[in-house]
């Protein structure tokens, strides 16, 4: 988390908004257009490096919540082991399952694939064809 301290060295105000923006964004115009800045404002720029700057900030973000997640989990337990003893009591059992979910995985499910009416699938393959 040390480079987080350097992502805003010597940039301008605007350079800094732009940075922002594109740690939020999933392409250069939408963050130029979050700053309400132009495609040629950009042009202007090293956008290698703000993008970079940029991406520092999303990784932080990122390393935050899921150090927050990880640090409900215990609550969440309890809180879907009380919700076995409340009657309505779904929005929290709701928020429970997705801390759950999110920090230890969703339970695997299995599935049975069968062929036309219960039968074997039949797999075919063109070993001419397989661009």
Do not use: H
């Not at 809180?79 to 920090?103: F, M, P, Y």
Request: net charge neutral; charged share 35%; glycine share 6%.
């Amino acid at each position: 988390m040390a480079k987080l301290g350097k992502v805003f060295d010597n940039l301008d105000a605007r350079e800094t908004a732009y940075v922002l923006a594109r740690s939020d964004s999933v392409s250069n115009s939408e963050a130029l257009r979050k700053c309400k800045f132009s495609q040629g404002w950009l042009n202007k720029r090293d956008i290698e490096d703000l993008n970079a700057r940029a991406a520092t900030i999303r990784e932080d973000k990122a390393i935050r919540a899921s150090m927050l997640l990880a640090e409900a989990v215990e609550e969440a337990a309890k809180v879907k082991v009380a919700g076995l003893k409340v009657r309505d009591d779904r929005i929290k059992q709701s928020v429970a399952t997705e801390i759950l979910d999110r920090e230890l995985g969703k339970v695997s499910q299995s599935l049975e694939v069968s062929g036309k009416d219960g039968g074997a699938v039949i797999v075919k393959w063109d070993a001419e064809n397989n661009d």
